[in-house]
């Protein structure tokens, strides 16, 4: 812990994609102090810089505090691993290993990014559960740094499917070759499953907060053959468009060659780990954990969000806030014109983009409302079992995001257990029931938003507007918001 007693946090590869997002996410939540290495030392004069060549990693000092640690950078490509075997061996797998016994030794929080190349590529989303068995040197040397880093105590392992951010790597080679005049040869056989830069880090920051340790994967959610993604990068060009040329793979034969991982995190919220012993059926994941462990529930949720598909009939864009495994978001759908479907959980957000059975309707983002507003306009918003979930000095600002993302006649539902409901409450419930309130509670909080409010009560499958005290579960209906509203963080 630093001084400041804000976690210290090392970057190793902070000059590199991944590694320069993480430091500049991990500086901007004011949450952390942050130290990034490099090899280059005529980089040194950045802030908070230290040296760092994973050939000699025992020239490193490692007592200077740090509470976590994450290894972003090695010799990357198949190509350059296997025209120098030995020598990005030492950069990809001896030296960050070394790094890591030290690291871990002095109580560090060890995270290492690892690669889809651990698999051959003959299927999509390969699981954590199956075996690896790359196909390339630079795949070789990736699972011979993940078996040797699972020895270590306390160590996080994230597999990424391929980074790209349109600026470096295979996006920047095309930008220069098509500028110059030349072709691009890109493959119809090899498909990718993108990420940003964002992403990864997004979820590295989460990884950090949770002192992950284990094997963790995260994908993007569709397969992209490398034609269709420089088809679609240019799509706003038709004269580059035709010196796109689409060729096969070699390596991958008759056959075709596949990027994809079943994204597998931790939830955002512990209590929810549970849910994922259930397995995510069709239903999915939350869902199905109430159908295995008490189906009478689905009943409830259902109702719930056939209220709020009434309440909210016609309207022409709708946000959902905190959809988890979305299974009543289809009820809302029919009622409007346009849905999205927000959670600030990669893991449910990537399971409903891949699985959910409605995914072309419904857009699903990962967005976190306590934050930031969210970007567009919508003219109805509802949150159903999330508010309770907010901390108590959190929650002006979560309902101010909202407005922020309403149009002035917007509506925004929301539903919450009620606070006299909680002595009956599941414990995976309580962990997580933070701020429950009564019913004259909800409407008054409401009330600093919204010039209207309607308070519904609910026991059961049947919304109803008798005494909110002994209602299990409560509505607020906000309309028409307040003029002058302080924006969020004023």
């Known amino acids: 812990m630093s001084p400041s007693g804000k976690p210290r946090v090392l970057v190793v590869g902070a000059d590199g994609v991944i590694g320069a997002t993480l430091e500049r996410r991990l500086r901007e939540t004011g949450r952390f102090e942050v130290w990034g290495t490099t090899r280059r030392r005529e980089t040194l004069a950045g802030e908070n810089r230290l040296h760092l060549d994973l050939r000699d990693p025992d020239d490193f000092e490692v007592s200077r505090g740090f509470d976590a640690a994450v290894l972003c950078t090695g010799v990357g490509g198949e190509a350059a691993c296997a025209a120098d075997p030995e020598g990005s061996r030492l950069v990809n797998v001896t030296g960050p290993v070394r790094l890591a016994e030290r690291l871990t030794a002095a109580g560090v929080h060890v995270l290492a990014l690892s690669s889809n190349a651990v698999f051959d590529g003959?299927?999509?989303?390969?699981?954590?559960?199956?075996?690896?068995?790359?196909?390339?040197?630079?795949?070789?040397?990736?699972?011979?740094?993940?078996?040797?880093?699972?020895s270590l105590p306390g160590v996080g392992i994230l597999r990424l499917t391929k980074v790209l951010d349109g600026a470096t790597g295979l996006p920047a080679r095309w930008d220069r070759e098509l500028a110059a005049g030349g072709t691009v040869e890109a493959f119809v056989n090899h498909f990718i499953s993108p990420v940003t830069p964002e992403e990864a880090a997004s979820v590295l920051i989460s990884l950090i907060d949770r002192r992950a340790k284990g094997l963790f994967q995260?994908?993007?959610?569709?397969?992209?053959?490398?034609?269709?993604?420089?088809?679609?990068?240019?799509?706003?060009?038709?004269?580059?468009?035709?010196?796109?040329?689409?060729?096969?793979?070699?390596?991958?034969?008759?056959?075709?060659?596949?990027?994809?991982?079943r994204t597998e995190l931790p939830t955002e919220e512990a209590q929810y780990e549970d849910l994922k012993g259930v397995g995510a059926q069709a239903l999915g994941l939350m869902t199905g954990y109430a159908y295995a462990t008490n189906p009478k529930r689905l009943a409830f949720t259902l109702s719930r969000y056939k209220f709020v598909a009434k309440m909210l009939t016609?309207?022409?864009?709708?946000?959902?806030?905190?959809?988890?495994?979305?299974?009543?978001?289809?009820?809302?759908?029919?009622?409007?014109?346009?849905?999205?479907?927000?959670?600030?959980?990669?893991?449910?957000?990537?399971?409903?983009?891949?699985?959910?059975?409605?995914?072309?309707?419904?857009?699903?983002?990962?967005h976190d409302m306590v934050e930031g507003p969210l970007?567009?306009?919508?003219?109805?918003?509802?949150?159903?079992?999330?508010?309770?979930?907010?901390?108590?000095?959190?929650?002006?600002?979560?309902?101010l995001n909202?407005?922020?993302?309403?149009?002035?006649?917007?509506?925004?539902?929301?539903?919450?257990?009620?606070?006299?409901?909680?002595?009956?409450?599941?414990?995976i419930s309580k962990a997580g029931?933070?701020?429950?309130?009564?019913?004259?509670?909800?409407?008054?909080?409401?009330?600093?938003?919204?010039?209207?409010?309607?308070?519904?009560?609910?026991?059961?499958?049947?919304?109803?507007?008798?005494?909110a005290p002994m209602a299990h579960y409560l509505f607020a209906i906000g309309a028409g918001k307040r003029p002058g509203l302080a924006a969020p963080g004023g």
């Not at 014109?337 to 699903?364: C, Y």
């Not at 999330?386 to 901390?391: R, T």
């Open 122 to 150: 003959s299927r999509e989303f390969f699981s954590t559960e199956d075996p690896p068995a790359p196909r390339t040197e630079y795949g070789r040397q990736k699972r011979d740094l993940e078996a040797a880093l699972q």
């Open 218 to 261: 995260f994908s993007g959610a569709e397969n992209l053959s490398f034609h269709a993604y420089a088809l679609s990068r240019y799509a706003d060009r038709p004269d580059l468009l035709k010196r796109i040329r689409p060729v096969r793979d070699p390596a991958a034969g008759d056959g075709a060659l596949y990027n994809s991982l």
């Open 314 to 366: 016609g309207k022409t864009s709708v946000l959902e806030i905190g959809c988890a495994d979305a299974f009543g978001t289809p009820l809302v759908l029919q009622e409007v014109g346009a849905l999205t479907a927000a959670d600030f959980d990669w893991m449910f957000v990537r399971e409903a983009q891949v699985s959910h059975p409605f995914r072309d309707r419904i857009t699903f983002l990962r």
């Open 375 to 399: 970007a567009g306009v919508f003219d109805g918003a509802f949150c159903l079992d999330v508010l309770e979930h907010i901390a108590p000095e959190a929650e002006s600002r979560f309902v």
């Open 402 to 427: 909202v407005c922020e993302s309403l149009t002035d006649d917007g509506v925004f539902v929301v539903g919450i257990p009620s606070l006299e409901s909680q002595v009956y409450a599941s414990e």
């Open 433 to 467: 029931h933070v701020n429950c309130k009564t019913g004259e509670e909800l409407r008054a909080f409401m009330l600093k938003f919204f010039s209207n409010v309607f308070l519904f009560s609910m026991n059961d499958e049947v919304v109803h507007t008798g005494f």
